[in-house]
Nanobody, 123 residues
Framework: QVQLVESGGGLVQAGGSLRLSCAASGSTASRYTMAWFRQAPGKERELVAAVDYSGTGTYVTDSVNDRFSISRDNAKNTVYLRMNSLKPEDTAVYYC????????????????WGQGTQVTVSS
């Protein structure tokens, strides 16, 4: 079992930055690929970024890869999503998720989810 707890969301003006954190607990947490998804009102949940168990393999979706980055600190069992130059269209609930194999875009492929953290970007 892996438990995931997100933090770091909030209200920010356009152009600002936030760093989201996902704290993982469970003896095998460091073995998992970790991913960030987001879901805006009325839209499907979409993959934003992922990092493999070692932290050396990363993926950031094209629409944000010039502004967002993902990293993990296995000593702290924590994954981060750094978001710069935020835009109103980044407004969403951001979720952390975990699966043993490499990332996919399908939420149903992930075994564990956090409760989500709201990010609101004002114009």
């Amino acid at each position: 079992q892996v438990q995931l707890v997100e933090s770091g969301g909030g209200l920010v003006q356009a152009g600002g930055s936030l760093r989201l954190s996902c704290a993982a607990s469970g003896s095998t947490a460091s073995r998992y690929t970790m991913a960030w998804f987001r879901q805006a009102p009325g839209k499907e949940r979409e993959l934003v970024a992922a990092v493999d168990y070692s932290g050396t393999g990363t993926y950031v979706t094209d629409s944000v890869n010039d502004r967002f980055s993902i990293s993990r600190d296995n000593a702290k069992n924590t994954v981060y999503l750094r978001m710069n130059s935020l835009k109103p269209e980044d407004t969403a609930v951001y979720y952390c998720a975990a699966r043993l194999n490499w990332a996919t875009r399908k939420p149903e492929d992930y075994n564990y989810w956090g409760q989500g953290t709201q990010v609101t970007v004002s114009s």
